[in-house]
T-cell receptor, first 117, second 112 residues
C-alpha cells in the first residue's frame, strides 16, 4: 500500500516563527502536493512538485515556500507564521504515467493541524 | 479555473436510507474523484472515473460528461458511512502532475 507520512499530527507555533511541515511517501511517486483545508472553503492547492527540485505554485502560494531535495520528501515552509495560516495541512502524492487514468489518483497523508498563536 | 459545486452541504439520514450526493463542475476534465474524509482528517479515494458508472460494495458513482455532473450514491446506509464526502476534478493535462480542484464537501451523518 502507498504510504504518505506527515511528520506531525498537531503543531502549535507562535506568530513569526519559521515552520517546517514534512511529508514523505514510500511509493516512488514523481508528483507531490501540499493542500490546506479550511471550514467552508474545502481543500486548496498551495504548491506542487513534479520532480526533484521542481516546484509549481498552486492557487494560494502566498506566505509559503516548498523544498524537494529528494524524490520521497516534500517540505512546506511557512517563512513567518501568521494566525491566518492556522489550518489543516494535507500532503498528497501521485505517479506520472503515459497511459490510463491511474496517474490521476492522489494518495493523502493523515494531515497536520497547525495552530498559530 | 474549474468551479466544483457539491450539494447538499450537510445531510442527515436514518440508517438504511438511500443517499445521493451531487457534484457539478464548470470546465472539461480528465477525471473526477470521490473522496471520503473521516473525523481526524485522513482522506481516502473512493472512486476515480471519467465516464459511466462504477460500483464498490454499497457505493455507486456515476458521471455525465456532457452535463458536467456526477453523483455518489450510498445504498442501505449505515452509521459507519458518516463522514465528509468530497468531489474533486483533475484537469486535462499530460501526466497527472496537476493538483486537484475540490468541492467544499458534503457532511453526511447517518443516525441509527
Amino acid at each position: 500500500d502507498v504510504k504518505v507520512t506527515q511528520s506531525s499530527r498537531y503543531l502549535v507555533k507562535r506568530t513569526g516563527e519559521k515552520v517546517f511541515l514534512e511529508c514523505v511517501q514510500d511509493m516512488d511517486h514523481e508528483n507531490m502536493f501540499w493542500y490546506r483545508q479550511d471550514p467552508g472553503l474545502g481543500l486548496r492547492l498551495i504548491y506542487f512538485s513534479y520532480d526533484v527540485k521542481m516546484k509549481e505554485k498552486g492557487d494560494i502560494p502566498e506566505g509559503y515556500s516548498v523544498s524537494r531535495e529528494k524524490k520521497e520528501r516534500f517540505s512546506l515552509i511557512l517563512e513567518s507564521a501568521s494566525t491566518n495560516q492556522t489550518s489543516m495541512y494535507l500532503c498528497a502524492s501521485s505517479r506520472t504515467g503515459t497511459g490510463g487514468l491511474a496517474k490521476n489518483i492522489q494518495y493523502f497523508g493523515a494531515g497536520t493541524r497547525l495552530s498559530v498563536l | 479555473k474549474n468551479e466544483v459545486e457539491q450539494s447538499p452541504q450537510n445531510l442527515t439520514a436514518q440508517e438504511g436510507e438511500f443517499i445521493t450526493i451531487n457534484c457539478s463542475y464548470s470546465v472539461g476534465i480528465s477525471a473526477l474523484h470521490w473522496l471520503q474524509q473521516h473525523p481526524g482528517g485522513g482522506i481516502v479515494s473512493l472512486f476515480m472515473l471519467s465516464s459511466g458508472k462504477k460500483k464498490h460494495g454499497r457505493l455507486i458513482a456515476t458521471i455525465n460528461i456532457q452535463e458536467k455532473h456526477s453523483s455518489l450514491h450510498i445504498t442501505a446506509s449505515h452509521p459507519r458511512d458518516s463522514a465528509v464526502y468530497i468531489c474533486a476534478v483533475s484537469p486535462y493535462s499530460g501526466g497527472g502532475a496537476d493538483g486537484l480542484t475540490f468541492g467544499k464537501g458534503t457532511h453526511l451523518i447517518i443516525q441509527p
